[in-house]
């Protein structure tokens, strides 16, 4: 019995432990990073306005603008990201939305020490994430879900909701500069402290695949002064076309590289480098 106990004592050890990416879905892309931790591109809701996406953000602005995000937890404001669980999550989460397209989002499930004693328990959080009017969209279903121990009791994995457009949960976020939108929706404004920490040259705003939609503000970027240009000048569009087909490059070797880590399958590369071939 002692040795029974002990191993359920460190079953959630083990469930946290980091696992091999896995091949995504023929239908959407997925980031496994452990057994209950994941980043996965989903169907927006029905009814949704396009996202602004597929955009490149860093990593390091990722950390930047989701590290100060507070949540509320037995009447206490605490960050609703551990520091190391974002800089786990970040690339995944930077490379998602590289590829995410304006109908879909970015789903979130992150299981983690949250507190910071030894002997805290693990617990989930749920959020769902996009771009749209400049800021990265967050909504939060669950900030602290406490699934492991019926987990380990019926062996049943729990059906996980990543917040949603339509429907409030019972989460509190706050975070400086951010719009609240609702308790449990913030949009954290994208805005760069360097040019160097985002993709691809900042001199060029980063802009989304162009679609059939609404115009969307784009992420914000440290200004280049222009050059004065001569009155007979004309304009150029030749500019504007290499950043967009660079952008498409970029989103190409993302693509590669998400195949040679073995993190998406080969039939789900081809599937989307053909997508976005057509749209050069």
């Known amino acids: 019995m002692r040795h029974r106990g002990w191993m359920l004592w460190m079953m959630p050890l083990l469930l946290l432990a980091p696992l091999a990416g896995s091949p995504a879905s023929p239908d959407q892309a997925l980031w496994k990073l452990g057994s209950f931790t994941w980043v996965k591109l989903v169907p927006a809701e029905p ?40 800089l786990e999550l970040s690339k995944a989460l930077s490379e998602a939305l590289s590829l995410a397209q304006p109908g879909e989002d970015v789903a979130l499930l992150s299981t983690s020490r949250h507190g910071h004693g030894f002997l805290e328990r693990a617990t989930g959080l749920t959020a769902r994430l996009f771009v ?90 440290t200004p280049v002064p222009a050059t004065t240009a001569s009155p007979s000048a004309a304009p150029k569009a030749a500019p504007a076309e290499d950043a967009a087909y660079e952008a498409k490059a970029q989103r190409l070797r993302t693509l590669k590289r998400l195949r040679d880590e073995n993190l998406i399958s080969e039939a789900e590369y081809q599937a989307k480098r053909e997508a976005l071939l057509k749209a050069l």
């Open 132 to 221: 749209r009017d400049g800021a990265l969209n967050l909504i939060v279903q669950d900030a602290r879900l406490n699934f492991l121990d019926s987990y380990q009791m019926d062996n049943l994995e729990p059906t996980f909701t990543y917040g949603s457009r339509q429907a409030a949960s019972k989460a509190s976020l706050q975070a400086p500069q951010a719009r609240r939108l609702r308790p449990d929706w913030l949009a954290l404004p994208l805005t760069l402290p360097a040019p160097s920490l985002m993709a691809p040259a900042p001199a060029t705003p980063l802009a989304p695949r162009p679609i059939p939609a609404p115009p969307v503000a784009p992420v914000a970027v």
């Open 47 to 86: 009814g949704a306005s396009p996202n602004a996406q597929p955009v490149a953000i860093s990593p390091e602005v990722l950390q930047a603008t989701l590290g100060p995000v507070l949540a509320k937890d037995d009447g206490e404001d605490i960050p609703l990201f551990g520091r190391k669980e974002l």
